[in-house]
T-cell receptor, first 115, second 115 residues
Framework: AQTVTQSQPEMSVQEAETVTLSCTYDTSESDYYLFWYKQPPSRQMILVIR??????QNATENRFSVNFQKAAKSFSLKISDSQLGDAAMYFC????????????FGKGTHLIIQP | EPEVTQTPSHQVTQMGQEVILRCVPISNHLYFYWYRQILGQKVEFLVSFYNNEISEKSEIFDDQFSVERPDGSNFTLKIRSTKLEDSAMYFC?????????????FGPGTRLTVT
């Protein structure tokens, strides 16, 4: 079974600074997808960014980018120019490319933005 | 923008009672999911549903749980005899198709409190 590990229960960053959230995963599959979801206090899960394992190029979405290291099974999220609205729980998630439907989530990192 | 909706937002029930949580997926989506998040813990996959049958289910999804698409719009999760440990946020999600090239869109969740 796949596992997703987020080793940082909480991170704090000054507004406008850059922060990196860590995620590692364990899988024996070669075809899979990785995601970062944001969960603000409203509790709704919002997709931030996705990465296909077969792509070597790291995904970027505006201020959000990932550092995908397939051999190391590492998938970190970098948030540049942090804003107060970025404060939330961030969950790393894994999806098998082999047809299994459910996402496997990590335990999450609580991101605090200091004004 | 289309969104997944869930009702009620908060449900309080007594142990042993049956509860039905309701979801309206995005209208052109074909795949539906339920996830659970116990307070302070990670989001856990419960079940996926396609073409009027369960596609995949986790170990959590035991005989106390059932899912149904009673009409063309609703997708329900029923817990037959609630236990204290069923207290959690329950998220519904939907996607156009399976596989990770299609995002799973999450609803705002239903907070279930079992007393």
């Amino acid at each position: 079974a796949q596992t997703v590990t987020q080793s940082q229960p909480e991170m704090s960053v000054q507004e406008a600074e850059t922060v990196t959230l860590s995620c590692t995963y364990d899988t024996s599959e070669s075809d899979y997808y990785l995601f970062w979801y944001k969960q603000p206090p409203s509790r709704q899960m919002i997709l931030v960014i996705r990465q296909e394992a077969y792509k070597q190029q790291n995904a970027t979405e505006n201020r959000f980018s990932v550092n995908f290291q397939k051999a190391a099974k590492s998938f970190s999220l970098k948030i540049s120019d942090s804003q107060l609205g970025d404060a939330a729980m961030y969950f790393c998630a894994y999806h098998s490319g082999g047809g299994a439907d459910g996402l496997t989530f990590g335990k999450g990192t609580h991101l605090i933005i200091q004004p | 923008e289309p969104e997944v909706t869930q009702t009620p937002s908060h449900q309080v029930t007594q142990m042993g009672q049956e509860v039905i949580l309701r979801c309206v997926p995005i209208s052109n989506h074909l795949y539906f999911y339920w996830y659970r998040q116990i307070l302070g813990q990670k989001v856990e996959f419960l079940v996926s549903f396609y073409n009027n049958e369960i596609s995949e289910k986790s170990e959590i999804f035991d005989d106390q749980f059932s899912v149904e698409r009673p009409d063309g719009s609703n997708f329900t999760l029923k817990i037959r005899s609630t236990k204290l440990e069923d207290s959690a946020m329950y998220f519904c999600a939907s996607s156009e198709r399976s596989g990770s090239s299609y995002e799973q869109y999450f609803g705002p969740g239903t907070r279930l409190t079992v007393t």
